[in-house]
């Protein structure tokens, strides 16, 4: 049996949008899909951690979050209710659902079960969720795999997946400003261009930004009690400092021998570090100057106008090359003094 919540739009929806290709101004919400061998306090951790971060951020529409556990069975049948919905709303017909659904290598839900799975017979911890599109069909497609943070496995904090959903809901509130389902060669993004994945931004933008909203967020909400301590783990967690702090170190570690963030792409061993960790020191870098919620606000609203280089410079006074430069610069400040950025949260 598939377990399913609806919850629906926060009050105050602070979008304004031309068009409303996601439900925003309908009073669209989420809905959280749970595999049958998914515990309660999985389920649990979903729906209060996405209930926390619309609430933070107001809502990006209609969205499904389908988390997957490691039973074939279970999948398969998640997957079936995956074409029902597909099928029954006129998005795709059955093979093609079932075909994506279960079969597809980057995004299939036994794709995300084999990721839980090969966890927890190797005693490793990995997981894995993702935006994995939807703007064709009117909504946030979004699919975990098992968050062993939430079910209690191999020590993993369930504080790792509130930081995981609500990474994953940001991307779903930048997807949220486009109209426009066109998509980029090779999905990349590519300065001056009004596809999907150009108005995204580079991928330290897309990422970094998720990154450092995430963390930031997560931190205040902990503090505000919005977002209840896990304490599933036999360790303290870590605050927004000691955090950032890592990906500092991740950063200063690789950049001499890794691509610049600015031409950093998917896939490569220079992605986490320079896309990820250092992008998101960049975006922390970028809002310092700035109220933490220009982006919502002020950036993404233009983006689709104004390309996201144009949006860039409207919203931040330079362009993005002499960002880079400045932003260079900060990273050869001491630790201490790159850390007195975070003071402000």
Known sequence: MVTVLTVGCAEGDRFDVEGDRFGIEAGGGFEVFVASDVSKDAETGVRETLEAATKAWGSSGRLEYWVVGTDPQATVDLANIFCDRRVTNGDMDRKDCEEDALENKDHSFNAYRNIGAKALSSGRPTGNAGHNGGAEWGFHRMTSSLPLGFVGQLGVPGEDEQVTILHEYWHSLQHSFLQTTSRSNGQKYVSGERTRDSLLGPIWFQ?????AMAEITHAQLRTSG?????????????GLETRMSQKMSEVQVNRDKCPSMANIEYGSQCTHSMGYSAGAWAVIFLLSEFSQDILLTEFHPVVEEKTWEGAFIHTFGISSSEFYKKFDYFLELSLDDQLKLLSQY
């Open 207 to 211: 990422e970094g930004s998720a990154v």
């Open 226 to 238: 919005e977002l209840p301590p896990w304490g599933n783990d036999n360790w303290e967690w870590p």
